[in-house]
């Protein structure tokens, strides 16, 4: 006989945003979850009225979970460090390196569930990591725990880096690994992590770090594993003037012209970053289905530009919202991200660049979009059960009632009080359900202090 399966109610959200296919937006709105999947949604005097759980949502915001679609979660180890605090990228990246270079499997675990409950308490449900260095033992397995742990929906993205600087690469030699290694690590992952099946908790991404760390050959390569297997691909993509200049140089190709060279483009692959991305190559992923996550914080802390994310959006392009890594953003605070990028595009391309609605989509339906997902991103019947919600009694909103959905991306940056995952409740009354969070803290800044002194 089958199993009964569990109920949950929310009601009575003070609006609750859907982002369906008509954007609709519910006073006195709710939910009716089942398992882990929404069933009904309405106003809550239109829902069922019994569940097995209630959740009162009175004075509460209600939106879809955030979808963060690039991150480099081990970086939070090594957050605002002197050497790295004023550089671009090239030299950024150089500077951090040698620090890497000494992360071991128990930092990398440690790192994931410090970034994963950041981005958790800031209204991220489902994230990507970008993880491309494995030094003293590491395995993108040291971050699925972490994951596992902690409760979030996981796209595992297996980095790497083949090209050092003896064969004209960015990264030190002592950091990359052999191009069957890779590819024969990314197989294994797949076959023994990857889940296919609607609403899946995890996935594996097929992720070579960028054009500057990796072959020609293993860009094809990885493309062809992937499409194998049916899983989506990742990799940095013309984040600076120096990225495009590496670029034309070395392969005689803007980035995009490089990408398309070698299958990376499609509904199935997106790319980090892209400020750089010229007319051409907006048409192209617009045309392809190309997909782009935007980190305007990064993009910002390194002076590598304001990404034309108007012109994407306008040309078709799918665009979602990434922190990126901890050390070159600091946080990862995805309501702070979303803010940023609304606030980015006005600064860049007029006031009326982009609308607080806007910006939410992006990091909802967008994201989800971008992660190759029509299962999460929007609150409707068939979707995951995956939603947050903001207590809108708080000081950040006072002034603000009139328009609580875009108050949310206009105020400043807040924490959430309830977030829903898979249909389990992660964090109530703004606290994690799933792990105590004060020693993770306490056993990180132990680490992160261990990892810069080996590197002095």
């Known amino acids: 006989m089958q199993q009964k399966l569990k109920t949950l109610l929310v009601k009575n959200a003070q609006v609750l945003v859907t982002m369906d296919d008509t954007r609709r937006e519910i006073a006195g709105g709710g939910l009716f979850i089942e398992g882990n999947r929404i069933v009904a949604v309405g106003p809550a005097s239109e829902l069922p009225q019994e569940a097995d759980e209630v959740l009162d949502m ?3 915001l209600v939106i879809p979970g955030l979808v963060n679609t690039h991150h480099h979660m081990y970086q939070s ?3 605002a460090v002197p050497a790295a605090q004023n550089a671009e990228l090239f030299g950024w990246l150089t500077n951090l390196y040698k620090i890497w270079a000494n992360l071991t ?5 440690v790192s994931t569930l410090t970034a994963m409950a950041e981005l ?3 209204g991220c449900t489902t994230s990507s ?3 491309y260095i494995y030094p003293n033992g590491a395995r993108l397995d040291d971050s699925i725990a972490s994951a596992q742990q902690i409760g979030m929906r996981f796209h595992a993205a297996r980095g790497s880096m083949s090209v050092g600087q003896k064969d004209g690469g960015l990264p030190p030699d002592s950091v990359v690994e052999k191009e069957d290694a890779i590819l024969k690590d990314t197989q294994r992952l797949i076959e023994t992590y990857n889940d296919e099946g609607r609403y899946a908790m995890l996935r594996v991404v097929v992720a070579p770090c960028s054009p500057f760390s990796v072959s020609r050959e293993l860009m094809r390569d990885s493309a062809l594993l ?9 990799t940095h993509l013309a984040e600076n003037a120096n990225d495009v200049t590496y670029s034309r140089e070395k392969f005689g190709m803007s980035p995009a012209e490089y990408a398309e060279d070698l299958g990376w483009v499609g509904p199935d692959v997106w790319h980090a970053h892209c400020v750089q991305l010229d007319r051409a190559g907006i048409e192209l992923f617009g045309r392809t289905g190309t997909g782009v996550a935007h980190c305007p914080c990064s993009n910002m802390r390194l002076a590598s530009g304001i990404a034309p994310i108007r012109a994407m959006r306008d040309a078709g392009v799918s665009v979602g919202i990434g922190v990126d890594g901890s050390a070159s953003n600091d946080g990862a605070q995805m309501v702070a991200e979303v803010r940023q990028a609304m606030l980015l595009q006005r600064v860049g391309f007029g006031p009326d660049a982009m609308s607080a609605r806007e910006a939410l989509e992006i990091a909802t339906r967008g994201g989800a979009k971008v992660l190759w997902r029509d299962d999460i991103g929007a609150l409707a019947p068939g979707m995951a059960a995956d939603f947050v919600s903001f207590d809108l009694s708080h000081h950040a909103f006072a002034g603000a009632l009139h328009d609580p959905v875009a108050a949310l991306v206009f105020c400043a940056p807040s924490q959430v009080a309830t977030s829903v995952i898979d249909g389990k409740v992660v964090v109530r009354h703004g606290q994690l359900t799933t792990v105590d969070l004060g020693p993770i803290v306490e056993r990180h800044n132990r680490l992160a202090g261990k990892l810069m002194q080996m590197a002095r």
Do not use: C
Not at 105 to 109: K, S, T
Not at 226 to 234: D, I, L
């Open 58 to 60: 009175s004075g509460h």
């Open 105 to 109: 499997p128990e930092m990398i675990a």
């Open 226 to 234: 992937a499409r194998e297997y049916g899983v989506s691909m990742h």
């Open 120 to 122: 958790l308490l800031s």
């Open 77 to 79: 180890l090594t957050r």
């Open 129 to 131: 990591d970008h993880l």
